[in-house]
């Protein structure tokens, strides 16, 4: 059984960084898109970005310039470099692994980020 392994959060003052890692425990066949979503409280979960087997990514527009997602395909991690962190950032992180033959993919347990003013 695939599960996603998730590392790298914690807490941080604004203007900080954080790295995000999420590995995959067994091999998976057929990977595809690789993302990293956030749910804030009382929000619903949004896309902060996600990048293609190519290498092809995008970004919410409240991120741009700021994170940077990247994957080691044959690890199968997915990694997300945060900068200039700022109170809003504040979520729970979950990484998201789809393949072409789940796409709804495979979740990560999620990792709290939480940046102090």
């Known amino acids: 059984q695939v599960q996603l392994v998730e590392s790298g959060g914690g807490l941080v003052q604004a203007g900080g960084s954080l790295r995000l890692s999420c590995a995959a425990s067994v091999g998976i066949f057929g990977l595809d898109t690789m993302g990293w979503y956030r749910q804030a409280p009382g929000k619903q979960r949004e896309l902060v970005a996600f990048i293609t087997t190519v290498g092809i990514t995008n970004y919410a527009d409240s991120v741009k310039g700021r994170f940077t997602i990247s994957r080691d395909s044959a690890k199968i991690t997915v990694y997300l470099q945060m900068n200039s962190l700022k109170p809003e950032d504040t979520a729970i992180y979950y990484c998201?692994?789809?393949?072409?033959?789940?796409?709804?993919?495979?979740w990560g347990q999620g990792t709290q980020v939480t940046v102090s003013s």
């Open positions: 998201n692994i789809k393949t072409r033959y789940n796409r709804d993919g495979y």
